[in-house]
């Protein structure tokens, strides 16, 4: 029997419910640090000193400013669809009294996301923003250690997979998060 139509392989798409099974399940060493984009994996290189201090920083200014406004999530997944679960570094979130415990973020909990970059600056800038920009994810705030820059990333675009809006900030760097506009952060000791 001869074939008559010539069959190429396909690429087999992961999705989060798969994702996350292979995690309860122990596909993944316990200290992995996997995401989830587009149904792809991407292994995460680990923390080192720099990224961890940084992201404790922000978290304290986050913490420390929302006073039970919205929840701080801290390097853990917000589930955009059915392909993508990213771990942002930090993520400001809708209030909710059960702290998401039913069901991780979807983008609509979310106010803003920070992506603290040492050596995954180019992952985070042309893999992720694009992502987050087609979930309509309101804010982004993009820290490059090496660079010792903070830029702000707002007005998404959906359709093009990018913000209309971005800029770096410069002392004295105060700002007002886009979804939080009552609160001013001081972020000069990222800078």
Request: aromatic letters at 6%; hydrophobic letters at 40%.
């Amino acid at each position: 029997m001869q074939a008559t139509a010539q069959q190429t392989p396909t690429r087999h798409r992961i999705t989060v419910q798969e994702f996350f099974r292979m995690g309860e399940i122990g596909v993944f060493e316990p200290e992995a640090r996997i995401e989830l984009i587009d149904g792809e994996l991407f292994d995460m290189p680990p923390i080192g000193p720099s990224h961890a201090s940084e992201t404790a920083r922000v978290n304290q200014i986050l913490v420390e400013a929302t006073h039970g406004c919205a929840i701080v999530w801290p390097q853990n997944p917000i589930h955009l669809d059915d392909l993508s679960a990213p771990q942002p570094d930090l993520a400001l979130l809708r209030w909710r009294q059960d702290f998401y415990r039913q069901a991780h973020p979807r983008p609509d909990d979310v106010l803003l996301l920070v992506e603290v970059a040492d050596t995954s600056l180019a992952h985070d800038r042309d893999r992720k923003l694009p992502l987050y920009a087609r979930f309509a994810i309101p804010e982004v705030w993009l820290i490059d250690i090496g660079s010792g820059a903070v830029t702000i990333h707002r007005d998404p675009q959906p359709e093009q997979g990018s913000y209309a809006a971005g800029f770096t900030l410069t002392p004295p760097a105060l700002i007002r998060p886009v979804m939080l506009p009552d609160l001013e952060l001081d972020l000069s000791p990222l800078l």
